[in-house]
């Protein structure tokens, strides 16, 4: 298949990063970048030659025949995005969370399915060294059956990172720290403990003057019998600490940390420890875009060989309904049962 042709919606931070992506591999052809702010459209379109817009509906006008849409701006805006482009026909790598409520994201998913379309989701930790080890020896059945496990977001974000963009911290546009900051850790512990059946957390709001929580602790329970613990937070001072996942399973455990491109703990029978930290954490560092160009590779080959992705839409949809239980938990102040579907926001 010739190269994708795309249209880039959102040229801010995010935005930034799959624009690197491409310059340093151009496994896609970008025609159209699009952003409220037309002056960001431009400056993002000059090394592509590519045509600048400020709305998505004036890009796929001018350029019907494009295969897809990377839509890479606030959260709050990917349900409306996604689906114009959807309808339109197009493919869509949504970046993460690819909605902030799961009805939305039913929707999202339902739509692609039933216009045979690829909906991908940014959630590209999955793709990293580190996590692909993991995934695959749980897989072989190494770690045996899952038992227990964590994730830790501990983040430092001063006033300063919410103030700079007034989406952030806001409920209909970020969401909170969960789906903001703690969805990637989240996503990948899911991978190993299946659905979960229940939550229950508590949250709070220490030391920002914003809309939703900048702290929470929550815990799990997995329609296996397994528990999880979740606790993030973006108050720690002076630099960031750690986002950490555990995986503990009835024949080994594993600790990916304190970056989630690192081993702190890999206890399997048969595999030198030292070893394996050795391999993956001397492993060159990789560069801001590398997963995002991760991502993308994987979107272009689903599209291209008609697959579906790695990180599908509908694979991404689980991590949605439990962050939204979480955040009713928060509010009720009761568990709440993640299998039923739940309107938060």
């Known amino acids: 298949m010739s190269s994708l042709r795309v249209a880039l919606v959102g040229c801010g931070k995010i935005g930034q990063k799959h624009l690197q992506a491409l310059v340093h591999r151009r496994m896609l052809e970008l025609v159209a970048t699009v952003d409220v702010d037309l002056e960001k459209a431009s400056a993002a379109a000059v090394a592509f030659d590519a045509a600048p817009y400020d709305s998505l509906e004036a890009a796929l006008r001018d350029f019907p025949d494009v295969d897809a849409v990377i839509v890479a701006t606030?959260?709050?805006?990917?349900?409306?995005?996604?689906?114009?482009?959807?309808?339109?026909?197009?493919?869509?790598?949504?970046?993460?969370?690819?909605?902030?409520?799961?009805?939305?994201?039913?929707?999202?998913?339902?739509?692609?399915?039933?216009?045979?379309?690829?909906?991908?989701?940014?959630?590209?930790?999955?793709?990293?060294?580190?996590?692909?080890?993991?995934?695959?020896?749980?897989?072989?059945?190494?770690?045996?059956r899952f038992l227990q496990g964590s994730v830790?977001?501990?983040?430092?974000?001063?006033?300063?990172?919410?103030?700079?963009?007034?989406w952030r911290g806001t409920r209909s546009m970020d969401g909170g720290i969960l789906f903001n900051q703690a969805i990637h850790a989240m996503d990948i512990l899911l991978q190993f403990s299946g659905p979960i059946a229940e939550a229950f957390a508590f949250s709070a709001t220490l030391t920002h003057q914003i809309e939703t929580e900048d702290t929470l602790v929550g815990v799990l329970r997995a329609e296996s019998g397994a528990l999880l613990s979740v606790e993030a937070t973006t108050s720690v001072a002076d630099s960031n600490l750690e986002e950490r996942v555990v995986v503990i399973g009835d024949q080994g455990s594993l600790v990916l940390g304190p970056t989630l491109q690192q081993v702190a703990s890999w206890r399997v029978a048969g595999d030198d420890e030292d070893q394996v930290r050795e391999e993956i954490n001397q492993a060159p560092a990789r560069a801001g875009w590398h997963s995002h160009a991760d991502a993308l590779e994987d979107f272009a080959r689903a599209v291209?060989?008609?697959?579906?992705?790695?990180?599908?839409?509908?694979?991404?949809?689980?991590?949605?309904?439990?962050?939204?239980?979480?955040?009713?938990?928060?509010?009720?102040?009761?568990?709440?049962?993640?299998?039923?579907?739940?309107?938060y926001l």
């Open 74 to 144: 606030p959260s709050g805006t990917h349900r409306m995005l996604a689906e114009a482009a959807l309808n339109s026909n197009k493919h869509v790598l949504v970046e993460k969370p690819m909605v902030l409520n799961a009805a939305d994201a039913r929707a999202l998913v339902e739509i692609a399915e039933q216009r045979h379309r690829v909906l991908a989701v940014n959630q590209f930790n999955r793709l990293l060294p580190s996590v692909a080890l993991a995934l695959e020896t749980f897989r072989q059945g190494r770690l045996g």
């Open 152 to 166: 830790s977001v501990r983040l430092s974000h001063l006033q300063a990172y919410y103030d700079a963009a007034p």
């Open 304 to 343: 291209g060989e008609r697959e579906t992705p790695k990180l599908s839409g509908r694979s991404a949809l689980h991590a949605i309904e439990v962050i939204e239980a979480l955040l009713l938990s928060c509010e009720q102040k009761s568990p709440v049962a993640v299998s039923q579907p739940k309107e």
